[in-house]
């Protein structure tokens, strides 16, 4: 059995609430482009900062936003949960596989329910 099969999507729960927004984001949109994805992660971190949560990111300064979403970016690929190549950010396999085995498909651009895909 290879590493990846042994992955369990509840893994996400223990995740940072940046490194939870990004999934979930990747979660709806399977893959995004490095500059779109950076864009609207830091528009919806904007946004939920102006509701009042402001632990997403240390300071709600544009270039600080941008320089976190980047560095977590980079810390979900190393720790397995997105791809990187080419320009382009996309959900890891083993996530694609339990979307697909949980929906039926992957229907991209549609909200999916982390909560669904655990139980």
Not at 22 to 33: E, L, V
Not at 61 to 87: C, S
């Amino acid at each position: 059995m290879s590493e990846a099969s042994k992955r369990s999507i509840k893994e996400i729960l223990s995740l940072s609430k940046l490194e939870r927004l990004i999934m979930d984001y990747f979660i709806k949109h399977i893959s995004a482009g490095e500059i779109i994805a950076i864009l609207d992660l830091k528009e919806d971190v904007k946004k939920r900062i102006k509701q009042g949560e402001t632990d997403l990111v240390s300071e709600p300064e544009d270039a600080i936003i941008v320089r976190e979403i980047q560095i977590t970016l980079a810390m979900l690929v190393k720790k397995g949960f997105l791809e990187y190549r080419n320009g382009v950010y996309r959900l890891a396999d083993w996530i694609i596989n339990t979307v697909k085995n949980k929906k039926g498909s992957l229907y991209p651009g549609i909200p999916k329910s982390l909560q669904d895909l655990i139980d």
